[in-house]
């Protein structure tokens, strides 16, 4: 099974940017679909971007979408997926997780350890 294991994460001044990477740990990507989730101190985990493995095609929820601070995508050749965040702020200071989706239905299959991101103001 496929383990997804996050780096990237700090901490970073409001404003600011960072990118995370999530490298496929026991096999590839390639059966898999993948997404970025966050939880923030109480409140729960959320999806912020998945990625359909096989082409590329990259979806947001309602809630990030209309912003185009977050940005997922893909490198096959290193199977890794990343996560480009911009125009950082306070709300975005959370655990970030990768995660393998199932191709169909898009559910988690299995989850990274997570990584901090912290933005201060």
């Known amino acids: 099974q496929v383990q997804p294991v996050e780096s990237g994460g700090g901490w970073v001044q409001a404003g600011g940017s960072l990118r995370l990477s999530c490298v496929a740990s026991g096999d590839t990507f390639g059966n898999y679909n993948a997404g970025w989730f966050r939880e923030a101190p109480g409140k729960e985990r959320e999806n912020v971007a998945a990625?359909?493995?096989?082409?590329?095609?990259?979806?947001?929820p309602d809630s990030v979408e209309g912003e185009g601070r977050f940005i997922i995508s893909r490198d096959k050749n290193k199977n890794t997926v990343y996560l480009q965040m911009n125009s950082l702020n306070t709300e975005d200071t959370a655990v970030y997780y990768c995660?393998?989706?199932?191709?169909?239905?898009?559910?988690?299959?299995?989850w990274g350890q997570g990584t901090q991101v912290t933005v201060s103001s």
């Open positions: 990625i359909d493995w096989s082409n590329g095609a990259t979806y947001y």
């Open positions: 995660a393998t989706l199932r191709v169909q239905g898009w559910s988690p299959v299995s």
